[in-house]
């Protein structure tokens, strides 16, 4: 299993990534809110993972059928804190984890 902090960028698409339409899933458990975003064709865990202008960008490195940069942007439902937030990617899914902002224990 992968795991990481997600890091604060701003970076444009670039030519070379396509902007998809992802599969993805929102749970709210007390004051965590967490995101299963599925990734087929992602076998390494190549990921880009940021927060911009309340979304999550996700850029991957797809593999198969064919290799390219896949881009997807995934509004966020309510203000999270930055600081504490993870993702962890493990058999074309990744989760990212975020705490609601105001309920940091």
């Known amino acids: 299993m992968y795991r990481n902090q997600i890091r604060k960028r701003e970076r444009p698409l670039t030519d070379r990534e396509t902007k998809e339409i992802v599969t993805y899933s ?11 975003v599925d990734l087929p064709g992602v076998l390494d865990p190549d990921l880009d993972v940021e927060i911009v202008e309340k979304q999550i960008i996700v850029r991957a490195q797809r593999t198969l059928p064919e290799s390219r940069m896949i881009f997807c942007s995934i509004p966020l439902p309510v203000p999270v804190s930055e600081e504490n937030l993870q993702f ?3 058999c074309g899914v990744l989760e990212i984890v975020l705490i609601e902002s105001g309920n940091l224990k």
């Open 26 to 36: 929102v749970k709210r458990l007390e004051h965590q809110v967490r995101f299963f």
């Open 88 to 90: 962890y990617f493990e």
